[in-house]
T-cell receptor, first 112, second 114 residues
Framework: LAKTTQPISMDSYEGQEVNITCSHN???????ITWYQQFPSQGPRFIIQ???TKVTNEVASLFIPADRKSSTLSLPRVSLSDTAVYYC?????????????FGTGTRLKVLA | GAGVSQSPRYKVTKRGQDVALRCDPI?????LYWYRQALGQGPEFLTY????????KSGLPNDRFSAERPEGSISTLTIQRTEQRDSAMYRC????????????FGDGTRLSIL
């Protein structure tokens, strides 16, 4: 059963870069690493996904070292609206089917 | 539609009643997932479908919970003989295909059992 470990919470100030690291020591060979953002009263929203090295899109970057046992979500120049819970996920192919296991996530609070 | 649609948004019912929660996925999406989310926790996997076939129901808490997706599009999660501990946010997600594909979530149904 793939599991992830993230810090429970983080604080940052507007305009700073925020890095949230997730550990997934028993990630499987064909697992991708996926990050979601969730605001109160809304469903999780896909941010970024990667398999190895670095992935960048318009909102974030994802850094994955060669051993893939951890990953770091980088949010450049955060604003107050980035205050949310961030989830790191890898898949679980137990029982021959594939599903996501969410943890408790990292609660990011951006301060003015 | 533009996104995953769930109905009703809120459901309040008395203990012992049956409830049916509906999910309308993004058009053309093959895979559909049901989750339950308690306050302050991440979504908890319940079950998922590829087309109309239920692939994994290992997360359903007990046999009062069931789900179907008869035509491979809209899905219904049914809870029979509801109990207070069933109170939670129930979320549905869909993805273009299964596996590692990103999932798109609806805004959920808030279920309250009195």
């Amino acid at each position: 059963l793939a599991k992830t470990t993230q810090p429970i919470s983080m604080d940052s100030y507007e305009g700073q870069e925020v890095n949230i690291t997730c550990s997934h020591n028993n990630i499987a060979t064909n697992d991708y690493i996926t990050w979601y953002q969730q605001f109160p009263s809304q469903g999780p929203r896909f941010i970024i996904q990667g398999y190895k090295t670095k992935v960048t899109n318009e909102v974030a970057s994802l850094f994955i070292p060669a051993d893939r046992k951890s990953s770091t979500l980088s949010l450049p120049r955060v604003s107050l609206s980035d205050t949310a819970v961030y989830y790191c996920l890898v898949g679980d192919e137990g029982s021959g089917t594939y599903k996501y296991i969410f943890g408790t996530g990292t609660r990011l609070k951006v301060l003015a | 539609g533009a996104g995953v649609s769930q109905s009703p948004r809120y459901k309040v019912t008395k203990r012992g009643q049956d409830v049916a929660l509906r999910c309308d996925p993004i058009s053309g999406h093959v895979s559909l997932y049901w989750y339950r989310q308690a306050l302050g926790q991440g979504p908890e996997f319940l079950t998922y479908f590829n087309y109309e076939a239920q692939q994994d129901k290992s997360g359903l808490p007990n046999d009062r919970f069931s789900a179907e997706r008869p035509e491979g599009s809209i899905s219904t999660l049914t809870i029979q003989r509801t109990e207070q501990r069933d109170s939670a946010m129930y979320r549905c997600a869909s993805s273009a295909t299964g596996g590692n594909q990103p999932q798109h979530f609806g805004d959920g149904t808030r279920l309250s059992i009195l």
